[in-house]
Nanobody
Framework: QVQLVESGGGLLQAGGSLRLSCTASGRPFQNYAMGWFRQAPGKEREFVAAISWSGRSTYYADSVKGRFTISRDNAKNTVYLQMNSLKPEDTAVYYC???????????????WGQGTQVTVSS
């Protein structure tokens, strides 16, 4: 019923920018928060950013503050992650997720997308 589809990943050099998109379908909740997580090979999935339904509350991991911006367009059921000043350490599969609140832990989210690869070379 609920599907999340990410897009916008790619291969680029350090210092570059990408914008990821994630569109939700199936109306998981009347109002829902959305978040971005990432996972590198051999590592656990980690929090990147989250946003409330209204868009008035946003949260970021310390590692991306000042470089990444999360936003959403509820008319399109879409969340975005603008990534600037990318570093090799940002290389990972990026996943979007839907939950009842914009929390920072994986277990707080109910639905997940398939992921999109971001690779940053030095």
């Amino acid at each position: 019923q609920v599907q999340l589809v990410e897009s916008g990943g790619g291969l680029l050099q350090a210092g570059g920018s990408l914008r990821l998109s994630c569109t939700a379908s199936g109306r998981p909740f009347q109002n829902y928060a959305m978040g971005w997580f990432r996972q590198a090979p051999g590592k656990e999935r980690e929090f990147v950013a989250a946003i409330s339904w209204s868009g008035r509350s946003t949260y970021y991991a310390d590692s991306v503050k000042g470089r990444f911006t999360i936003s959403r367009d509820n008319a399109k059921n879409t969340v975005y992650l603008q990534m600037n000043s990318l570093k090799p350490e940002d290389t990972a599969v990026y996943y979007c997720a839907v939950g009842r609140a914009p929390r920072t832990v994986v277990s707080s989210y109910d639905y997940w997308g398939q992921g999109t690869q971001v690779t940053v070379s030095s």
